[in-house]
């Protein structure tokens, strides 16, 4: 009786039963905690919402507006020592074991509740038993695992279901996340993609993404890239329980275009990680020919063509204030010899200011674009006039 239960499983099928329980709660998470409730990326059906409200209480213990607050502060204050866990303040290691511990720190200031936690559920269920009973329902947990897997099986399973989520979401997602891995794009923040392939934990590996479009119900953006949590969402709307409010911009082109227009200006802005991106990649080639013409005569560091090529892709990716003191100087010295480096590194800083010049008017934008444009295109340099076509083709 002591290792076997109700259903009397082996220990392969307790492995697979913990294995599918845990999976169904970090789709919950991702899905109803992330997605719906703290970025309103989606709305959900009530039956798949009170399912999604009742299996974390059980499994986690997690109060609704307590994990909404606390992700849209981290989102707001990000790589900040405001920030709850970013591991560029409080280091990895403190946040990939310790996530936990920051969570229920941060889940105690009121302050946080009531500046980021509006618009979470706030009926009877929530007030006189999620939030008011948040242990009983994991405590529930443990005696049904024992009661149909036996006394020893259940309890380890239902270990592995506490630990589940504060270590992967907590640790591995806010740590990581921010640490390692690979970036689509160059957002503000230090997040990476940590997998192409958004399984384990549902679609949340694929952070630079949801960094760069937070209110995208689709975490995957790359065709390589891959999010269960978003193919869950389609089988709920299929199923009528979810409505897709916002997803992130798709690029689209249309090679007709010879003028730029308030549509052109519209697609770039919304378009502007992709733009910043092509940019990087089609001219970067033209200023690592250009630094290593310059050479030694020019009294230029002497680097190997992997570092010139990095520092070459930091300067057209990053503003100049984000650069090391040594490379703003190797950059300046490099601009005022060279014609073309100083042509190119100019009109990022002015293609940039496309969707940073907040007091200007759509129509003054526009003009700044075809005066961009057309300098790009008697600039002479081959890749920036090709760019400048391929700008105006934006839709």
Not at 344 to 352: A, I, T
């Amino acid at each position: 009786m002591i290792y076997s239960g109700i259903l009397a499983l082996s220990w392969v099928g307790d492995v697979i039963v913990a294995l599918v329980l845990t999976h169904i709660t970090i789709a919950s998470v991702t899905i109803f905690l992330h997605r719906h409730q703290a970025h309103r990326a989606l709305e959900l059906g009530r039956a798949a919402s009170h399912f999604f409200r009742f299996w974390l209480w059980l499994t986690t213990g997690m109060v609704t507006q307590q994990w909404a607050a606390i992700h849209r502060k981290h989102h707001a204050k990000c790589e900040t020592p405001e920030d709850p866990h970013s591991p560029q303040v409080l280091g990895l290691s403190r946040v990939l074991w310790g996530g936990v511990f920051l969570y229920v720190k941060e889940s105690r200031n009121a302050e946080t509740m009531v500046r980021f936690g509006h618009g979470t559920p706030n009926d009877w269920l929530e007030k006189h038993l999620y939030a008011a009973h948040e242990r009983l329902g994991v405590t529930l947990m443990a005696l049904v695992n024992m009661a149909l897997f036996g006394l020893v099986p259940g309890l380890l399973i239902w270990l592995v279901q506490m630990v589940w989520i504060p270590f992967w979401a907590a640790g591995v997602v806010n740590g990581v996340g921010h640490f390692w891995g690979y970036r689509n794009f160059n957002c503000k923040d230090a997040s990476t993609n940590i997998f192409p392939w958004g399984i384990l934990i549902g679609g949340e590996e694929l952070h630079n993404n949801h960094h760069t479009f937070a209110t995208s119900a689709k975490l995957s953006h790359r065709w390589y890239e891959f999010d269960i949590g978003w193919m869950y969402i389609r089988v709920l709307q299929g199923l009528g329980q979810a409505r897709v409010k916002s997803v992130a911009p798709q690029v689209q082109f249309d090679q007709a275009k010879r003028e730029c227009d308030l549509a052109t200006l519209n697609a770039i802005i919304r378009n502007r990680y992709d733009v910043m991106r092509r940019y990087t990649r089609e001219l970067a080639t033209t200023c690592a020919q250009e630094f290593h013409h310059l050479g030694e005569s020019a009294k230029l560091p002497s680097l190997s063509r992997r570092e010139v090529t990095a520092m070459i892709g930091r300067w057209l990716h990053h503003p100049d204030h984000e650069l090391p003191k040594a490379e703003r100087h190797t950059l300046a010295q490099v601009m005022e010899i060279s014609h073309p480096v100083g042509t190119v590194v100019q009109m990022r800083r002015e293609l940039e200011q496309l969707w940073t010049r907040t007091n200007a008017s759509a129509e003054q934008l526009l003009e700044q674009l075809r005066d961009w444009c057309q300098r790009a295109e008697a600039s002479g340099i081959q890749e920036l006039m090709r760019f400048s076509r391929t700008l105006r083709a934006y839709a």
